[in-house]
C-alpha cells in the first residue's frame, strides 16, 4: 500500500475484483515539489487481456440486472464517494495539482453526481413505442458488453466517472486505464465500488502507460465500445486500433476555443470571463485560450484584465488561498514553454508571464497573455494546454465569427455581448460542441457534450450517452391474432 495524503491507496489493478500486481512498476509524482508518491504497477497485454476477460464473464449477470438495481448499486457507490470526499480531494490534489478548495467543493461532488445523475436516467430511459401498418415497433436500449475507457490527467475522476457511470448504468462492463501521470483516485474508486457492492469484474482498473495498456486495450477484439478523453494524435493511434474490429469509438479531444467580446459586452463579466481562463493552470480542454475583443474597446478590456490577472494568487494547491496550482509534470511544462518560446520567436509580444515563476520554481508558470501574434502563427492555431492565453481584435461581427471558427478545432466557444440577437445571430454561426453567452463552464448532464472538427467525434451526456454505451434496437411486432 502506499500512503499518499494520510490515505492508504492500492498501486495494483483492480481486475475480476481482486487486486493485481505486475512485474514491473512506474514511479508516480506530484506535481507539487515533484516528489515520488507511490510505485504503480505497470500493466501490458497480459493485464488488458485479463481485464476484459472478466469484464466479458461479468457482463451477462449485470446486463441481465434489473434497472432499479442496478440504479440503487450506483446510488451507493455515490454515497461512497460523499463519504471519502476530503480523502478524494486530497488525493487528487497531491496527484494532479488542482486546487484543493475546487476538488472539495466542485469536482469531487460532482463525481457523486455522475453516479446519481445516470442512475436516475436509467429509470427514465424510454421511447414511446409506435405503430406501423398495425405493427408495434419497440426500440430498447441492450448493454453493448465491454467498454474500455481511457481518460486524461487533468480532471482524472470526474472525467472518468462522466464516461463510467453511464457505462454501467446502461448494464455494461468497463476497463478504465486512467492516465499515467494520475492513477491514484481511481484506485480508491475500485475500493468504493467494491464496498458499494458492484459485482465482482462488472468495474476494472488496468494502470499503465498509453502505448502498453491503452493499444492492446483499444485493439482487442472483446472490447464493444471505446470511449477516450485526450488529445488529437493519441485519438488517431486510437482509432487506427479500433478499425479493424470496428469497435465504435467516443473522442473527446482538445479545443483551441475563443472568447469574443463585443463592444457592447459588461466589460467586467468579459474581463471575469477572460481570467477564468487560467483556471485549473490553463489544464482545461475547454479553456477559451483565445481573447477576441472588438477594437473599439480593446484597451480598455486589456488594462482591465492585466489588473485582474495581476492579483491572481499561484502557488501551493492545498492552501484554499490558491488560485493557480502548478503544471502537471516536468515534460508537460517544457511543452507549454515551448510553445511560448516558439510564440516570441515569431514575433507575439508577452503582456505578462512568458516563462515559468522562478520565485515559487518547480513546475509553476506564470500566467501569459500574448499580443501581436501574426496570422496563422503556431500560438494562434494549436493547443497549449497550459495557462497561456492570445489577444486578437476584430471590427465586425463577420470578421469575429471567422476568427472564432478559424481553427481545427470545435469544442466550445464563448462570447460576452449585451445583445440578445448579436447572440442568436453569432451562436447559429459558430462551430463548436459547447456555446456560453455570457457565463462560461456551467454545464447540464442532461446536455449533449462533445466537440466538432478535431475536437472530437460523437456526443455523451443524457440521452446520447445511452445511445453511445447501448445497442438500440427496434423490435416490430405483427399484431396477435384475437
Ligand atoms: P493524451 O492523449 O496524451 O492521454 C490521454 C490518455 O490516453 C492517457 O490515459 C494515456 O495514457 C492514453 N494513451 C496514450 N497513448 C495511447 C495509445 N496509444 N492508446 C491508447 N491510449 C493511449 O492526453 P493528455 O495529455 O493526458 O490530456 C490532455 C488532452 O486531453 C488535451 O488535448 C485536452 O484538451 C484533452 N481533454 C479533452 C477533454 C474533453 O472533454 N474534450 C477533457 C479533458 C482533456
Known amino acids: 500500500m502506499a500512503t499518499v495524503a494520510g490515505v492508504a491507496v492500492d498501486p495494483g489493478h483492480w481486475i475480476g475484483g481482486e487486486r493485481v500486481r505486475s512485474a514491473g512498476t512506474f514511479t508516480d509524482v506530484s506535481p507539487i515539489g515533484e516528489t515520488p508518491l507511490a510505485e504503480i504497477a505497470r500493466g501490458g497485454a497480459a493485464e488488458v487481456d485479463a481485464a ?167 485493439a482487442h477484439p472483446d472490447v464493444r465500445r471505446i470511449s477516450f478523453t485526450g488529445s488529437v494524435p493519441t485519438a488517431r493511434t486510437i482509432a487506427a486500433a479500433a478499425a479493424p474490429n470496428l469497435t465504435p469509438l467516443s473522442l473527446e479531444l482538445g479545443g483551441k476555443s475563443p472568447l469574443l467580446v463585443f463592444a457592447d459586452a459588461d466589460l467586467d463579466l468579459a474581463v471575469d470571463l477572460a481570467v477564468e481562463q487560467y483556471d485549473n493552470a490553463g489544464q482545461v480542454c475547454l479553456a477559451a485560450t483565445r481573447l477576441l475583443v472588438e477594437s473599439s474597446i480593446a484597451d480598455e478590456f486589456t488594462a482591465r484584465f492585466l489588473e485582474k490577472a495581476g492579483r491572481i494568487v499561484q502557488g501551493d494547491p492545498r492552501d484554499e488561498a490558491t488560485d493557480i496550482g502548478p503544471q502537471i509534470h516536468r515534460r508537460h511544462l517544457e511543452r507549454v514553454d515551448g510553445f511560448v518560446q516558439r510564440a516570441k520567436a515569431d514575433g507575439a509580444r508577452a503582456l505578462i508571464g512568458g516563462g515559468p515563476n522562478e520565485e515559487l520554481g518547480g513546475l509553476y508558470y506564470r500566467p501569459t497573455l500574448f499580443t501581436g501574434a501574426p496570422d496563422g502563427a503556431e500560438i494562434l492555431t494549436e493547443e497549449v494546454f497550459g495557462p497561456v492565453l492570445t489577444l486578437q481584435t476584430f471590427d465586425t461581427e463577420d470578421e469575429a465569427v471567422a476568427m472564432a471558427n478559424g481553427t481545427r478545432f470545435g469544442l466550445a466557444a464563448t462570447l460576452a455581448t449585451g445583445d440578445p440577437e448579436r447572440a442568436r445571430r453569432v451562436t447559429e454561426r459558430l462551430v463548436a460542441g459547447t456555446v456560453w453567452v455570457n457565463c462560461f463552464f456551467v454545464r447540464d448532464l442532461k446536455a449533449p457534450f462533445g466537440g466538432s472538427r478535431q475536437s472530437g467525434m460523437g456526443r455523451e451526456g443524457g440521452d446520447w450517452s445511452f445511445d453511445f454505451y447501448c445497442d438500440l434496437k427496434n423490435t416490430v411486432t405483427a399484431p396477435w391474432a384475437r
Not at 470526499?85 to 467543493?105: F, K, Y
Not at 424510454?126 to 405493427?135: I, L, M, W
Open 52 to 218: 476484459v476477460a472478466a469484464a466479458r464473464r461479468a457482463f451477462p449477470a449485470w446486463a441481465r440486472t434489473s434497472r432499479d438495481e442496478r440504479a440503487r448499486l450506483l446510488h451507493a457507490v455515490a454515497d461512497g464517494v460523499e463519504k471519502r470526499i476530503e480523502e478524494l480531494a486530497q488525493v487528487e490534489t497531491a496527484d494532479n495539482g488542482a486546487l484543493i478548495r475546487s476538488h472539495r467543493r466542485g469536482v469531487m461532488p460532482r463525481v457523486a453526481h455522475n453516479f446519481r445523475f445516470f442512475a436516475d436516467w436509467l429509470l427514465r430511459l424510454g421511447h414511446d413505442d409506435f405503430e406501423t401498418r398495425g405493427h408495434t415497433n419497440h426500440v430498447s436500449w441492450d448493454p453493448a458488453g465491454v467498454c474500455a475507457l481511457i481518460t486524461p490527467w487533468n480532471a482524472p475522476l470526474m472525467l472518468a466517472t462522466w464516461k463510467i457511470a453511464p457505462a454501467l448504468a446502461a448494464g455494461n462492463t468497463v476497463v478504465l486505464k486512467p492516465a499515467e501521470w494520475t492513477p491514484l483516485t481511481a484506485s480508491l474508486l475500485a475500493d468504493i465500488a467494491a464496498e458499494a457492492g458492484l459485482p465482482d469484474g462488472v468495474f476494472n482498473v488496468v494502470q499503465g502507460y498509453g502505448a502498453e495498456v491503452g493499444g492492446p486495450l483499444t
